[in-house]
């Protein structure tokens, strides 16, 4: 089983910014892909970014130039820097990991919130 664990949610000025991190760990081998979600209240989850395990990255529209996705394969982590917050960037952010030979099976984590706020 893999475990995925975010951190460094939290309150923030518009035009701030904040990075997340999500560390795996478990059976690591079985991720490739991993991205991160976000959803916000009344809203459905949706893709923000996405990092492959070759390092190819592609991001939501909503946040290109503003996101960046990386990862750290020696310390099973994966980042997300966020500059320039917006109100609307305001939701729970997800970690998920995709299985490296079975593309239905996703692992996630339970989120970290952020909030774009004056």
């Known amino acids: 089983q893999v475990q995925l664990v975010e951190s460094g949610g939290g309150l923030v000025q518009p035009g701030g910014s904040l990075r997340l991190s999500c560390a795996a760990s478990?059976?690591?081998?079985?991720?490739?892909?991993m991205g991160w979600y976000r959803q916000a209240p009344g809203k459905e989850r949706e893709l923000v970014a996405r990092?492959?395990?070759?390092?190819?990255?592609n991001y939501a529209d909503s946040v290109k130039g503003r996101f960046t996705i990386s990862r750290d394969n020696a310390k099973n982590t994966v980042y997300l820097q966020m500059n320039s917050l917006k109100p609307e960037d305001t939701a729970v952010y997800y970690c998920?990991?995709?299985?490296?030979?079975?593309?239905?099976?996703?692992?996630w984590g339970k989120g970290t919130l952020v909030t774009v706020s004056s």
């Open positions: 478990g059976s690591i081998s079985l991720i490739s892909a």
């Open positions: 990092i492959t395990s070759g390092g190819s990255t």
């Open positions: 998920k990991g995709e299985h490296r030979d079975y593309y239905n099976i996703n692992y």
